[in-house]
């Protein structure tokens, strides 16, 4: 039941005219997707994750990203893997539950109505994970979502 509860689509970050990166959150983490170029061996691609801050390139050159976080990740469970000709970075999410609205700070924030959408799947999500036995996917909310980080006591820490 989880599973449609998932983001059903990803979110792209354009810039003039160019897509970035594509990327969705969980209640835990922050995806992020970014098609590498045709013909750049997989080894010479790097990536460093840090606690508010983001590099991807590739070797000798200038960094494709170099940004700050949204929000703090958890440098110790999030990573990066290549597969497919895409770049996938997990970060762990510092704040169970807190939606983000990019993930990187003042690029592609989402618009508001978006990141209503979103605040309401993972209040979804998070009522599923507390509740595993019922079925969430086809509830809705009338009028504003609550913060899933903070309603009715929080989210219970691991």
């Known amino acids: 039941m989880a599973e449609k509860l998932a983001p059903e689509k990803r979110h792209a970050f354009v810039h003039n005219g160019q897509k970035v990166f594509e990327w969705d959150q969980t209640l835990e983490e922050v995806n992020m997707y970014i098609e590498l170029p045709k013909n750049v061996p997989t080894k010479l691609f790097h990536c460093v994750i840090q606690a508010g801050h983001v590099e991807v390139g590739i070797r000798g050159n ?9 929000l703090p990740a958890k440098t110790d469970s999030s990573f990066w893997t290549i597969e497919d000709g895409e770049l996938h970075i997990t970060l762990q999410k510092r704040e169970k539950g807190k939606t983000w609205a990019s993930p990187i700070k003042g690029q592609g924030s989402l618009d508001p109505y978006a990141a209503d959408q979103e605040q309401k799947r993972l209040m979804l999500q998070r009522f599923q994970e ?13 009028g504003t979502c609550p913060d899933p980080r903070s309603f009715m006591g929080g989210i219970r820490s691991d």
């Open 62 to 70: 200038p960094p494709y990203l170099n940004h700050d976080l949204m």
């Open 130 to 142: 507390e509740n595993p036995g019922f079925d969430f996917s086809q509830a809705q909310f009338s």
